[in-house]
């Protein structure tokens, strides 16, 4: 309830704005969410969705906003991955990480990552890991930038387009979207940690005599 409180007036402050300071909003909204996940983006997003739909903003400059924005964000992620895999790992910090696990995380990304970047925005809360480890793992950096795209274009034209069919109801809309929400951070999380159970399971296990 406190959470939905401090949205509704920050939505209260954002109808006063004018429409090229909603949509440079909208872009910090977006780019943030992927350096600090618990931004509430998806649920802003669908709110600047009822403003098209009122004629604050139009619909496609808010798509194209949102997604450059949320690309932009990605790809910071994504450097800052490719940074701690080159200046981190073989440093001092190494001798207090799983290498070895992270490396078959690496393997795992290589082998999947692009088909994980395209269903990236639909996973809530994991946006920023895959990013991270879109880098760690060295994938294309021009392959990459277009998959996040069009993921986060179809992800943020979704939220957008609810907004402008329920303007009168939003609220009902982003009930259902922080469950979505959790259900799909649980859902990764409990993958990841079933992830590095079987990890060490195998490394503790004696190895064939």
């Not at 509430?40 to 903003?57: A, E, K, M, N």
């Not at 290498?99 to 692009?114: C, D, K, P, T």
Request: proline share 3%.
């Amino acid at each position: 309830m406190e959470t939905m409180s401090m949205i509704d007036q920050f939505i209260s402050w954002l109808q006063q704005l004018s429409p090229i300071a909603v949509l440079a909003l909208m872009f910090s909204i977006a780019y943030i969410e992927n350096i600090f996940p618990p931004s509430p983006s998806d649920v802003l997003l669908v709110f600047v969705g009822t403003l098209v739909g009122i004629g604050t903003v139009d619909y496609w400059s808010a798509l194209a906003v949102a997604t450059l924005g949320s690309t932009t964000g990605f790809m910071t992620a994504y450097l800052l991955g490719r940074y701690f895999e080159n200046h981190v790992m073989t440093g001092k910090l190494s001798r207090f990480l799983p290498v070895s696990a992270i490396h078959q995380l690496e393997g795992l990304f290589n082998r999947y990552g692009y088909g994980v970047i395209v269903i990236n925005r639909f996973l809530a809360g994991t946006r920023a890991i895959v990013s991270f480890f879109a880098g760690m793992s060295k994938m294309h950096l021009g392959a990459t930038t277009a998959l996040c795209t069009i993921s986060a274009a179809a992800w943020n034209g979704l939220l957008l387009y609810l907004g402008v069919i329920f303007a009168k109801n939003w609220r009902n809309v982003t009930e259902y979207l922080q469950i979505y929400s959790t259900v799909a951070t649980v859902a990764v999380t409990c993958i990841v940690i079933l992830f590095f159970v079987l990890y060490f399971r195998r490394r503790r296990s004696p190895g064939p005599q």
